[in-house]
């Protein structure tokens, strides 16, 4: 009698400590999943601007047409509820839905076939315990037939795809920290999506390092100069150290710089999350990227253009432009205020041959991402409204040419053409606009 209680009891007190034991292990796998989302920047693409997180319905732009997320929370309806970790990972890593469907590329699987299959655990884990359902019916595509035909992605898939990595991932805190950041670059943060130029079939030029030096070599993006992340001289990283790079991904920011565009949301959803072991990595695997080399050019701090600024006398019309406009935030020398207000002077963005993203932000302004490590978000008023081509093709000719920068004039002509791109809308890699709002 004695004995059987004994054992009942030990066995009650055997079978709550193994289900305690399991949630534990459920809830760290869940919260790794949860890192993991992060960094694959789910988020971004999967949620409808003010909508509920996971349930879908972003409109995305593509050369056929427009297609909209879906919804990947847990509801047996209409979200993923129904997935089996064999069908997630499908989806994720193969680019096929449960119902047999190829995906449309804008879905980055190309990228998230490296994941490797524990991470891919993780995720599912946290996909199906971590996110709240919600009911939200997906949105067809509005693409018209024949282009609305998935079959033929088939062949794009063969063509381009990778098929899944069977291989564990190195992890977080790695001695190889190299391995690490190669990891998350090419794989679950897509970094190429929007860095690496597309050829003739929208496909990635170069899907890694190993495919050739297109690999993140810079590419536009929804109207954006997603510049080269290589040491590619002055249009490159070769400038940054590694704590920049951390900084500016943890933060949105150096004292140099701030990220604008499709960046934004970037730091915002994804990167600012990552631990600082991660950050070294992703950071250091890109200084290790050669590029077309050339040295990052020197700030000159006795300008003709900062005297002239400050004198009136020799001032060209772009200057003139400058000083109303630009002066009281970016100042005369053009070093801008650290942390607030980026510096011109050298500025990689404003040097860029191709000149899209700084005609960009002077026509439309933007605001700063904010950030838990730099919380406040300063804002550049967008000067489209009140500038002509004409003006504007005069600053930044002028702001090109001045304290030691070496970047071609830009013509009226130029900034008309950018004028039109800019209301032609979102293209593939479209993301939700942390505050689109200037000012
Ligand atoms: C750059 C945008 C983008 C990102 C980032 C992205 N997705 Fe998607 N995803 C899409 C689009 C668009 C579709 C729908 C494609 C289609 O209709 O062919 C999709 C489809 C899916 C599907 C198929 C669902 C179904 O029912 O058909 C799953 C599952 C999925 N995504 C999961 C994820 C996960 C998990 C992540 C993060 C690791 C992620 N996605 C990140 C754009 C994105
Ligand atoms: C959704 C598209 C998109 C993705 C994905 C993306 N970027 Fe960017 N990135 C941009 C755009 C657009 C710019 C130019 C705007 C700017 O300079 O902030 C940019 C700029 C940058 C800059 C230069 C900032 C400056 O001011 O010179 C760095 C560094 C950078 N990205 C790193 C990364 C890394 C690392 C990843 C992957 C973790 C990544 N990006 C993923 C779109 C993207
Ligand atoms: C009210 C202050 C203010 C004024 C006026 C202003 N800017 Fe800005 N500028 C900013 C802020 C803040 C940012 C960062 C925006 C972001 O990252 O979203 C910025 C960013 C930029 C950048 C991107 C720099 C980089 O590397 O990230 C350029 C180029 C630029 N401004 C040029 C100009 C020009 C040219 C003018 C005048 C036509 C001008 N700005 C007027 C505040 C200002």
């Known amino acids: 009698m004695m004995t059987r209680h004994l054992s009942a009891a030990a066995l009650l007190a055997g079978l709550a400590f193994a289900s305690g034991g399991a949630h534990a292990a459920d809830d760290a796998q869940v919260a790794r999943g949860a890192y993991i989302a992060r960094a694959g920047d789910c988020v ?17 732009q593509t050369p056929m047409g427009r297609i909209y997320s879906t919804n990947i929370t847990p509801d047996p309806e209409t979200g993923i509820g129904t997935y089996d970790f064999a069908a997630f990972d499908r989806a994720v890593r193969g ?12 879905m980055p699987y190309p990228s998230y076939a490296r994941v490797s299959p524990d991470d891919m655990q993780a995720l599912y884990a946290y996909f199906m315990h971590g996110v709240k359902p919600q ?21 794009w898939d063969a063509m381009f795809a990778p098929s899944p990595a069977t291989a564990t ?51 536009p993006i929804d109207g954006w100069l997603a510049k080269s992340l290589r040491s590619d001289g002055p249009d490159g990283l070769s400038a940054w150290s590694v704590r920049d790079i951390v900084t500016f991904l943890k933060t949105g920011r150096t004292d140099q710089v701030a990220a604008f565009g499709g960046m934004k949301d970037v730091v915002v959803h994804s990167t600012q999350y990552l631990n600082d072991d991660d950050l070294t990595a992703i950071a250091l695997y890109l200084k290790s990227l050669g590029g077309k080399g050339g040295a990052a050019p020197a700030l000159r701090p006795d300008a003709t253009a900062t005297t002239a600024l400050r004198t009136g006398h020799d001032l060209p019309r772009g200057g003139r432009v400058f000083l109303d406009n630009c002066a009281a935030c970016h100042r005369t020398g053009g070093q801008g205020y650290d942390g607030v207000f980026p510096r011109l002077a050298l500025s990689s963005v404003v040097n ?65 053409r950018i004028r039109r791109t800019i209301n032609s809308g979102p293209t593939p890699e479209s993301r939700n606009t942390v505050d689109p709002s200037p000012s």
């Not at 971004?44 to 995305?60: E, K, N, R, S």
């Open 44 to 60: 971004a693409c999967h949620t409808a601007t003010g909508g509920a997180p996971f349930a879908g319905g972003l409109a995305i």
């Open 95 to 106: 680019g096929v839905n449960q119902a047999g469907h190829r995906l449309y590329p804008a």
């Open 135 to 155: 009911h939200q019916p997906n949105r067809p595509a509005d693409i018209a037939w024949p282009l609305s035909m998935r079959w033929p992605l088939m062949v």
């Open 169 to 219: 991932a190195p992890p977080s805190g790695s001695a190889d920290q190299l391995a690490r950041g190669r990891y998350l670059v090419v794989g679950l943060e897509h970094c190429g999506s929007c860095h690496t130029p597309r050829g003739f079939a929208l496909q990635e030029k170069a899907l890694t390092d190993v495919d050739g030096t297109a690999y993140l070599s810079g590419a």
């Open 352 to 416: 860029s041959a191709d000149p899209m993203s700084l005609v960009r932000i002077v026509l439309e302004g933007s605001r700063m991402a904010p950030t838990a490590g730099a919380p406040a978000a300063f804002g550049m008023p967008g000067l489209g409204w009140r500038l002509d081509d004409r003006d504007v093709a005069d600053v930044v000719t002028f702001i090109r040419t001045s304290w030691g920068n070496h970047g071609a004039p830009v013509s009226a002509e130029d900034v008309a």
